[in-house]
């Protein structure tokens, strides 16, 4: 636990993490794995060679912090204001460690490589791929990797059990910005202005509409606009209104199709009002897929741990999103939650994932640890 509570009170942002990847190199310091930090960004991949030759397998902890100031009564909680492992990450990091340093113990059973990849800019900053673009893949270990697997704690979900399944696991993520223009001038004689202000509030209600007709129900969209910002005072018709969202959807089709109707709808109603209109779509992260039989494989093993009533069904996907897809979407592999809901709350109600007031109970993490080691040496099993 000490690692993460070290990490814990020191929540670091983005891409540049120097003090989390020093503590990462620490812990790994005493173990006969080989080690490389990134060029362009401060990763840490660590590859323990097995006993035998075989294949390469690729466990994932990423290590970021999100921009909150915590407050949670913890007696470890962060020394830095406005940054705070509200994701888990933390114990991410030292659930990857702590296997590392099992699995090491374990090399005579494992033929082949074991990658241990520790990931800054998971939270909006294409970490995972920024590692792929360095190589992650192709020059760290002897031979391709040729599995993957990660865990993702929540509060949100009994402590101690672990939900994954195949297929969709986590939506894609893409931002939407639109800035609609007209001409500003006084409350009092709208006639001589153009007001962007109700075709903006036009393209939010299309937006919604559009989900619900347009998109199929099993195959699913979400389209929110979260923020909505025109105008400085009372009297006066604003000249822009800018709207800023996020689209989620479970295939690639449905995103390019809801992409290509968020910027027609804007476009169209904005015409409508005889109105200019910006529309920039940024792209986030893919769709998390799940490999079938990796996530089959996990759930089989996971089961023999700890009981198949610990590892309940996992009916539908969760519409967050996750930087894991990116490597997901060139090796078969899989990801899981770490249910870690702490004592005296309940997940429907604990604080969740990215709140400030957030608390997982540690008592989990022993059960990521070896979750991790029995897939990577299932894996790699020594014939």
């Known amino acids: ?10 929540p670091e942002l983005g891409l540049q993490l120097p003090e989390t990847q020093a503590a990462i190199l620490s812990e790994l310091e005493d173990l006969d794995v080989d080690v490389r930090t990134g060029r362009e960004v401060s990763s840490v991949v660590a590859v323990l060679h097995g006993a035998a030759p075989g294949p390469t397998f690729l466990l994932r902890g990423d290590m970021d912090a999100l921009p909150l100031t915590e407050d949670s009564d913890l007696d470890f909680t962060s020394d830095i204001p406005g940054a705070m492992h509200a994701c888990g990450h933390d114990t991410h990091v030292a659930m990857l460690a702590s296997a590392a340093r099992l699995l090491a113990a374990r090399r005579q059973e494992i033929a082949g490589q074991v990658i241990f990849m520790f990931q800054p800019g998971e939270e909006g900053f294409h970490g995972a791929r920024h590692m792929l673009e360095e190589g992650l893949l192709s020059t760290v270990a002897d031979a391709p990797v040729s599995g993957a697997f990660a865990l993702h704690i929540t509060s949100t979900f009994d402590s101690g059990t672990v939900h994954t399944r195949g297929g969709a696991f986590l939506a894609s993520e893409d931002r939407i910005e639109i800035t609609v223009s007209g001409r500003g001038g006084h409350a009092s004689a709208p006639h001589h202005a153009r007001d962007p202000i109700p075709a903006a509030c036009e393209i939010v209600q299309a937006l ?21 910002v025109a ?36 476009e169209g109603v904005a015409a409508a009002h005889g109105l200019g209109v910006t529309v920039n779509l940024i792209a986030g992260y893919p769709v998390t897929v799940n490999d079938r039989t990796v996530a089959a494989t996990v759930r089989d093993l996971a089961g023999g741990l700890l009981g198949p009533e610990r590892v309940p069904p996992m009916d539908f996907p969760i519409m967050g999103a996750e930087d894991w897809s990116y490597v997901l979407n060139e090796v078969p592999g899989a990801m899981a939650f770490l249910g870690a809901c702490p004592p005296g709350l309940e997940p429907d109600s604990a604080p969740p994932n990215h709140s400030n007031l957030v608390v997982f109970d540690e008592a989990a993490l022993p059960i990521g640890v070896a979750t991790y080691a029995a897939v990577a040496l299932d894996a790699l099993k020594r014939n």
């Open 1 to 10: 636990m000490d690692l993460r509570r070290r990490i814990h009170r020191r």
């Open 208 to 228: 919604q509409v559009m989900v619900t007709r347009n998109v199929d129900v099993f195959d699913p969209a979400v389209v929110t606009i979260a923020s909505l």
């Open 231 to 266: 105008g400085t005072t009372h009297n006066i018709i604003p000249p822009t209104a800018t709207l800023r969202g996020t689209m989620r959807t479970l295939s690639a089709e449905t995103r390019a199709a809801v992409r290509e109707s968020v910027k027609r709808i804007a």
